[in-house]
């Protein structure tokens, strides 16, 4: 058993430290806010991820897993403390460093005798070395013995505890490689590949990562957008080509884009690092436009569909940036809402669990209590989050309820000629023929 401390109980913190809690460590989570610290007390839990809440439970319950606002309280007679704060996006898309650097400070000023610090917050290449020279500088009266890891973290919204249980891999990086197999210790258990290596490379690795799924879906979104101009559908081009091993099906569908707290901020990072370093990140800028201009599509469409969206009633169904999470950062849905807005349409919206998130965001928007409150009255119908409690809507009832049965599909969930024989106008996302809301 190893004593962990895990600081920031965001997304990332609190999962870590509630898994490495299950695998029968002792862990304390570390974080400034009181209120939140005070809730996770009560087992009260400050995001949705499923099964977290009954994990985050049973740890307590056995005694492995505590919750602090000290930094003495909190790294005493820890082997391992790890970094999971926030790194947002500065103006240029640069990542804000500066709640990393207090929490290396922090880390300088309590512990007294060794440390092993594992960076798990997503930040630029050269993070690790900036981090270890502000800790060596901050104890250079009282030398310290620690070491930097790099331990970036791979977990998706949504399927986290399992991201976390079956991992495709750990990374892990460091000039130190003992420190380096003392952390991999923590993930033996696991029986997954581990890979050791320099402190920049398991950095870059995380960006790469993140970059080239991105990328995948912004290529797919291009290729939809082609597919309706010229008559294909999307959906079985991207099934063809996945059967390819090269390819893979994974990533590969059209809709809305990406959102979230990972892609754009990373990919914007990673541009950013490209760009002050004299290389010019062509594909990367082009990844995030083509995700830009997927929103704009919808309104375009839209717009075309009902001649003007001033006083148009549109109802949004899903507002967290993906299923099965109440995270509404980045999403597309706040985007569409933003534009539409603009244009002068008032807005109904309704998402399983992000209602709460969204109201503390979305001033202007009607907030209903299930998809049928949206569907009544509204000029038009957008699908942004593929929900389960999406795929089996009663369209009879939408149909009667909506003043026109106009259908924008944003993720191709449903089945678009099925909607189409009930009297729909159906639009997909590059699904040829039925996006002219018509038959062919």
């Known amino acids: 058993m190893s004593k962990i401390c895990v600081i920031g109980t965001g997304y990332v913190g609190l999962v870590t430290g509630t898994c490495f809690a299950d695998l029968g460590n002792e862990v304390v989570c570390l974080d400034i806010d009181e209120t939140r610290i005070e809730r996770l007390k009560n087992g009260i839990m400050p995001i949705y991820e499923p099964g977290l809440q009954q994990l985050v439970s049973q740890n307590v319950k056995a005694g ?46 309590q512990v007294e005798d060794k440390i092993f610090v594992v960076n798990k917050s997503t930040v630029p290449v050269g993070t690790g070395d900036w981090v270890a020279d502000i800790i060596r500088k901050r104890r250079a009266g009282k030398p310290l013995e620690f070491s930097v890891i790099s331990n970036p973290e791979f977990l998706r919204e949504g399927s986290a505890i399992n991201d976390f249980m079956y991992p495709d891999r750990v990374v892990l990086g460091s000039t130190d490689r003992v420190a380096a197999s003392k952390v991999a210790q923590l993930y033996l258990t696991l029986r997954c590949p581990i890979m050791i290596t320099d402190l920049r490379t398991a950095e870059m690795i995380k960006y790469a990562s ?34 390819d091993k090269r390819i893979g ?18 990919v914007k990072a990673l541009a950013h690092m490209a760009a002050i370093h004299g290389t010019h990140p062509q594909l990367l800028q082009a990844v995030m436009d083509i995700n830009r201009n997927q929103r704009r599509r919808v309104i375009y469409k839209l717009r075309k569909a009902l001649g003007s969206l001033n006083e148009a009633v549109i109802g949004i169904l899903g507002l967290s940036f993906k299923p099965n999470t109440d995270d509404i950062r980045e999403a597309p849905a706040l985007e569409l809402i933003h534009l539409l807005q603009n244009e002068g349409a008032i807005i109904k919206g309704y998402d399983p669990q992000a209602m709460e998130n969204a109201a503390q965001v979305l001033k202007r928007v009607q ?12 000029d038009a119908l957008v699908l942004a989050t593929e929900w ?53």
């Open 367 to 378: 907030l209903c209590e299930n998809p049928y409150q949206v569907a009544e009255g509204a």
């Open 249 to 266: 099906s994974a990533f590969l569908d059209a809709g809305l884009g990406w959102g979230g707290s990972c892609f754009p901020k990373d």
């Open 64 to 109: 492995r897993l505590t919750f602090v606002t000290n930094y003495e309280k909190a790294l005493k007679d820890a082997e391992f403390a790890f970094i999971a704060v926030g790194t947002p996006s500065g103006v240029d898309g640069e990542a804000d460093l500066q709640y990393v650097r207090s929490v290396a400070e922090s880390i300088a000023d």
């Open 388 to 440: 389960n409690e999406f795929k089996q809507v009663d369209f009879d009832r939408i149909y009667t309820s909506m003043k026109k049965p106009i259908i924008m599909d944003g993720r191709n969930l449903w089945d678009g000629e099925k909607l189409r024989s009930m009297g729909f106008a159906y639009y997909g996302m590059g699904r040829g023929g039925f996006n002219n809301g018509n038959s062919d």
């Open 210 to 243: 993140n970059a080239f799924l991105a990328t995948r879906i912004s290529f797919i979104n291009e290729i939809a957008n082609i597919c309706e101009e010229l008559g294909a559908d999307v959906r079985d081009v991207a099934l063809g080509m996945g059967y």
